[in-house]
């Protein structure tokens, strides 16, 4: 008999907000830049769109050369490990026909669960920033990999 809880104690708290918003972040195998190119990130914002009819919120995201950050909010029955292996799968089909070897990813991922609107907030100009506290452009306006697929309003 298992007496294990439905949810980690850590989520029980949280249980009230239905449908959560999750912070996930995850990276290539051995931190390799190969993520920030036009066919790649195109994987990602079509994955969004296809998946959005279904209950698969992608929000707001920045990928960077060697991880990606974003927003995402999921309805019953999707779950955050599956949701990100397939859009780790989606992507790394990307990366073949670019002439990137597999394996692309390190394991599992980062997930942080968004109590609030201020904590959504912050976050969100944390990233947003990321590419320029990585040097890769002067103003987060000017990284052309960073956007919002699915409004997600708290």
Known sequence: MNTQPAHPPRMIPFQKYGHPVWF?????????????RAEVYR???????????????????????????????????????ATVGFLKKAMSAALTRVGEK??????GYFD?????ARGYSGKWEYVYQN????????????????????PIVY
Do not use: C, K, N
């Open 24 to 36: 996930i972040t995850f990276g290539t195998l051995d931190r390799r830049p190969i993520l920030a």
């Open 43 to 81: 994987s990602l914002v079509d994955f969004g769109a296809r998946q959005a009819p279904r209950g698969i919120a992608l929000g707001r995201h920045v990928v960077m050369p060697d991880h990606i950050h974003l927003f995402l909010r999921l309805a019953p029955p999707y779950e955050t490990g």
């Open 102 to 107: 597999a394996p692309h990813w390190q394991p």
């Open 112 to 116: 942080h669960l968004v109590r609030d």
């Open 131 to 150: 590419p320029v506290r990585a040097g890769l452009v002067e103003s987060a306006e000017q990284w052309p990999y960073s956007g919002e697929i699915v």
